[in-house]
């Protein structure tokens, strides 16, 4: 197969032996896979891929259709759609993902966005749900909020009845996301629009303090970014005063039992939504969840690929394809 390498840092698209499927697992013919920030930090040598996922093959998300069941493998059948989150190896021709992971892929959905929604709007629901437990009616601030994350979660939280507000740097982004259903603000002077329920922290230890500053009592800060600093000054003392709590998640280096886990908590969020009209697919508001893209870029030119988004600070992720043989 031909897939996407780092090797001393520098990216190629080498020939390399396909993959076969374990115990539980499929083999995915991909068809699209999305470019994320943490792509490009394991290019760079900051996040290596976790044990058992390749090193050398990047792509946290793919979609594609099930060419190989390996033994054990029954959720699926040849030639399904299927997308899902993997450790890496995403951005190749062939990969093999366990069979808990994958979830099938809408019939709404193309492949190119179908290949950039698992790693965004899990890992938002994860954040703003499972750890977060929002509800409707709470204020939710999205840190970065132009990026495939970022725009995940307004998303959710606008469709589950949350008011929600964003900061984004980029001018050029700001109305593309205000269309998600978020109020847009810049990064700069953002505590003096709360105080809010619930921050999504995506960029780092910049807002650590007016973070803690805007949250309100009994509120919650989420942290699954760092791009702006991991290491910042905490006020104890107002922290305990709000009753605040403060957490923090990643979601790729989790074990199998863990990611599965994730997805099956994304089904009942999506059960309980539905139960009081607040389905987070926004079925009762004629809304339909997607990604956003920034570009869409062949196999090939991946590292095309790579050079727009190491351009663009905090946009909309790109997604590479290639079409089926």
């Known amino acids: 197969m031909r897939a996407v390498t780092i090797i001393d840092k520098v990216l190629a698209v080498s020939d390399m032996p396909d993959p076969v499927p374990g115990t539980g697992e499929v083999l995915v013919k991909v068809h699209a896979a999305g470019l994320n920030g943490a792509d490009m930090m394991q290019r760079k040598g900051h996040y290596p891929a976790p044990p058992g996922s390749p090193q050398e093959i990047p792509g946290l998300e793919l979609a594609g259709e099930v060419a190989q069941l390996g033994p054990g493998a029954t959720r699926f059948a040849v030639g399904d759609r299927v997308m899902g989150i993997v450790g890496g190896g995403g951005q190749a021709e062939l990969c093999t993902v366990h069979e808990r992971i994958l979830m099938p892929v809408p019939e709404r959905l193309s492949w190119t966005e179908a290949g950039g929604t698992p790693e965004c709007f899990t890992t938002a629901q994860d954040a703003v749900f499972t750890q977060g437990q929002l509800l409707a009616g709470e204020r939710l601030l999205?840190?970065?909020?132009?990026?495939?994350?970022?725009?995940?979660?307004?998303?959710?939280?606008?469709?589950?009845?949350?008011?929600?507000?964003?900061?984004?740097?980029?001018?050029?982004?700001?109305?593309?996301?205000?269309?998600?259903?978020?109020?847009?603000?810049?990064?700069?002077?953002?505590?003096?629009?709360?105080?809010?329920?619930?921050?999504?922290?995506?960029?780092?230890?910049?807002?650590?303090?007016?973070?803690?500053?805007?949250?309100?009592?009994?509120?919650?800060?989420?942290?699954?970014?760092?791009?702006?600093?991991?290491?910042?000054?905490?006020?104890?003392?107002?922290?305990?005063?709000?009753?605040?709590?403060?957490?923090?998640?990643?979601?790729?280096?989790?074990?199998?039992?863990?990611?599965?886990?994730?997805?099956?908590?994304?089904?009942?969020?999506?059960?309980?939504?539905r139960a009081d009209r607040r389905d987070v697919r926004a079925r009762g508001r004629g809304r339909r969840l997607r990604p956003v893209r920034g570009r869409r870029q062949a196999g090939q030119d991946r590292a095309a690929a790579r050079r727009g988004v190491a351009r663009r600070r905090h946009a909309p992720r790109d997604s590479a394809t290639r079409r089926a043989q």
């Open 142 to 273: 999205v840190h970065g909020g132009a990026g495939g994350v970022g725009t995940a979660a307004i998303q959710l939280g606008h469709v589950a009845g949350a008011r929600v507000t964003a900061t984004i740097r980029n001018p050029d982004l700001r109305e593309q996301v205000a269309q998600l259903g978020a109020t847009v603000i810049e990064p700069e002077g953002f505590a003096e629009h709360g105080p809010f329920d619930l921050i999504l922290e995506l960029v780092g230890a910049v807002n650590l303090a007016d973070n803690v500053n805007s949250i309100d009592f009994n509120g919650r800060i989420s942290i699954i970014g760092t791009s702006a600093g991991a290491v910042g000054e905490l006020n104890l003392g107002l922290l305990m005063h709000k009753r605040a709590r403060i957490y923090g998640s990643t979601l790729r280096a989790r074990p199998l039992e863990q990611k599965a886990m994730t997805g099956a908590a994304r089904a009942r969020q999506r059960r309980d939504h």
